[in-house]
């Protein structure tokens, strides 16, 4: 129930199009739901994040959708950049909880 | 920089020694976190710190410790190294002691057992 499920597991997008990352969890408990930026060789890095009580939050290029009664929440980057290329990762927690439970990444790569 | 200082940033040692990571969290945050991230994997987390006691462990092996010390700086011991300990590690911080504001990660120590 703790789980948070991330796909697809790699990404290519051209240069202006938009990717989409998507994240499904089972704790209905969960009221935190972040995204994280990694380049290689570098800590992941808060990207965005949104809580329940709204469905989207947009900062910049990067937007988050968020699903309740699905339990899903996905990331769009609008106009992807090659210095998009990264490795994403969603992740979700609630106020009881000790730690931030993380999807398994996805690896995007923006191509020109 | 995430003000999360990690040390060393690389390190290779040997199959049955033992290694010390040290973390020092951004300026005035409280609670520690340890993740190791192994190669196509995601972060699994380790254990948690809040002002020097220990609040949650993940699934971390008995062959792994960790404290934090009054100045709020952890350390991440691993004992009996296996090769396939050899990973990333990463320290992240926050100023509270629950995980739902997020916390920042610092930029790893790259572990290589041999």
């Known amino acids: 129930q703790q789980q948070v499920k991330q796909s697809p597991q790699s990404l290519i997008v051209q240069k202006g199009g938009i990717s989409i990352i998507n994240c499904a969890y089972e704790?209905?408990?969960?009221?935190?739901f972040p995204w994280y930026q990694q380049f290689p060789g570098k800590g992941p890095a808060l990207l965005i994040a949104i809580r329940p009580d709204v469905s989207e939050k947009k900062e910049g290029r990067f937007t988050i959708s968020f699903n309740k009664s699905a339990k899903q929440f996905s990331l769009h980057i609008m106009d992807s950049q090659p210095g998009d290329s990264a490795t994403y990762f969603c992740a979700a927690s609630d106020f009881g909880n000790e730690k931030l439970t993380f999807g398994t990444g996805t690896r995007l790569t923006i191509i020109p | 920089d995430s003000g999360v200082t990690q040390t060393p940033k690389h390190l290779i040692t040997a199959t049955g020694q033992r290694v010390t990571l040290r973390c020092s969290p951004r300026?005035?945050?409280?609670?520690v976190y340890w993740y190791q991230q192994s190669l196509d994997q995601g972060l699994q987390f380790l254990i948690h710190y809040y002002n020097g006691e220990e609040r949650a462990k993940g699934n971390i092996l008995e062959r792994f410790s960790a404290q934090q010390f009054p100045d709020l700086h952890s350390e991440l011991n691993l004992s009996s190294l296996e090769l396939g300990d050899s990973a990333l590690y990463f320290c992240?911080?926050?100023?509270?002691?629950?995980?739902?504001?997020?916390?920042?990660f610092g930029s790893g120590t790259r572990l290589t057992v041999v």
């Open positions: 992240a911080s926050s100023g509270r002691q629950t995980s739902n504001y997020g916390y920042t």
């Open positions: 300026s005035g945050d409280l609670s």
């Open positions: 704790n209905t408990a969960f009221d935190y």
